[in-house]
């Protein structure tokens, strides 16, 4: 098995501005890139895919979408949030299947004291925080000294052992840790980049509406036997092995699946996404002219009507 990169986490968003917000100003994230859409994506990757392009639009929002990617850095040595932010809906439901992000910020903390945004000291020098839409945040108040601060991502699960299996056996991932008494286990690819927590929820896993997926890069001549692999283990295979496209930038393959638990992953062929996921320039620029044409609240106000709760 070649090298594989832990990537990005997807985040659904109902509003754009405020999260925006939380993750420049508090987080001290950047905008890395920056994407409108006007119908949903072929692999059901990303917002409403699902939805939107089985029926014409009816409403000039239907169907319409953003992808943001902020981080700490470029997204090839950075671990880095996907904000997918469907125009029509205006909040999502969270579960039991997403239990954090972890970084190391002393900057983060003290950003999150000037503005006034809640924050709870959980465990000595260890803050808790919660972005836009609940989705929880631990920060760590110290310097940041290396290059990547976001540690972990923590997924809830049913069955420890069986989602320690299916990580590590299936998808090759190094157990770092692994505490039976407290029900957790810290997987990943590689020493310097961020992990994979796992941790028992004592039940099932719900995924709300507000569910999101954890996405790594491998070689692209892997994609068809970890989809080979899946099949013949039984697993869920969500998309299969399958080509996207975007306009002026490199075509790439994916394969995405879902854990014992319904975690979605995605993996994607690592030569084309570092092509693809190179930092634009202009991408702060790009959702600030994004979110100013944004009338879409303007819309459905002046129609006496709410945002979808998806």
Known sequence: MGARRALHFVFKVGDRARTARFYRELLGMSVLRHEEFEEGCKASCNGMAALTTAAPRTLPYDGKWSKTMVGYGPEDNHFVAELTYNYGIGEYRLGNDFLGI????????SNAKKMGWPLKEVTAGVFETEAPGGYKFYLEDKEQKKKDPVLKVTLGVS???KS??????????KIYEKDEE???ALLGYAD???KLELKAVGGAVDHGTAFGRIAFSCAKE????????MKKENQTILTPLVSLDTPGKATVQVVILADPDGHEICFVGDEAFRDLSKVDPNGGKL??????????????AARNMKKVSA
């Not at 320690?164 to 991932?173: A, E, F, R, T």
């Not at 068809?224 to 692999?229: Q, T, W």
């Open 102 to 109: 972890t970084l190391v910020s002393s900057q983060a903390v």
């Open 159 to 161: 069955d420890l052992h």
């Open 164 to 173: 320690v299996n299916y990580w590590s056996h299936l998808l090759g991932m």
């Open 182 to 184: 407290k029900q957790r």
């Open 192 to 194: 310097n980049q961020c």
């Open 222 to 229: 892997e994609l068809p036997n970890i989809e080979a692999l």
């Open 287 to 300: 959702l600030d002219d994004a979110m100013a044409a944004d009338k879409s609240d303007t819309w459905f």
